[in-house]
């Protein structure tokens, strides 16, 4: 009898504590939303080439059912295939394992979107990974799979 009492008044810490790991779990997901062009032939080989890893960062979950969007570590390393392809820019303009970036800084890290493919693939870093520019190497593989254009980085960006 006294088996029982223990396991009864266990009870209610053990479903409190599976009800906490499951909101823990479902608030894990990173929010992301496909950009306007993530249907394309050319995002869908994008999407079959995103990183496992981005330098120590594990690939965690999104909202989106779209793989189209990835998402790597907390805070999360978001990327997405999709995105409008900039046109010339005064920004700053990097070439990375072959692959040329355009930098937006934002209040809480870079904005990073290729340029001279399209559609471009955008990869967002938070300040806690900076300098940023050093994940980028992550993502040429997926990146090049959008042929590169006509307009490439210049000396004036």
Known sequence: MRRRQAL?????????????????????AVQVTPAARADTAAC????RHWPQRVGHLERTKTTSDSPTVAAWGDPAVIARCGVTSPGPTTEQCITVN?????AHRLSDGVRFVSFGRDPAVEVLVPH????????????????KQVPQ???HCTASG
């Open 8 to 28: 009864r008044a266990g009870t209610p810490a053990v479903l409190l504590a599976l009800a906490a790991g499951l909101v823990a779990a479902c608030s894990s």
């Open 44 to 47: 869908a080989k994008v999407a």
């Open 98 to 102: 072959g692959v040329d970036w355009v």
């Open 128 to 143: 806690d990974y900076a300098p940023e520019p050093l994940l980028l190497p992550a993502f040429a593989q997926a990146a």
């Open 149 to 151: 254009g006509q307009r």
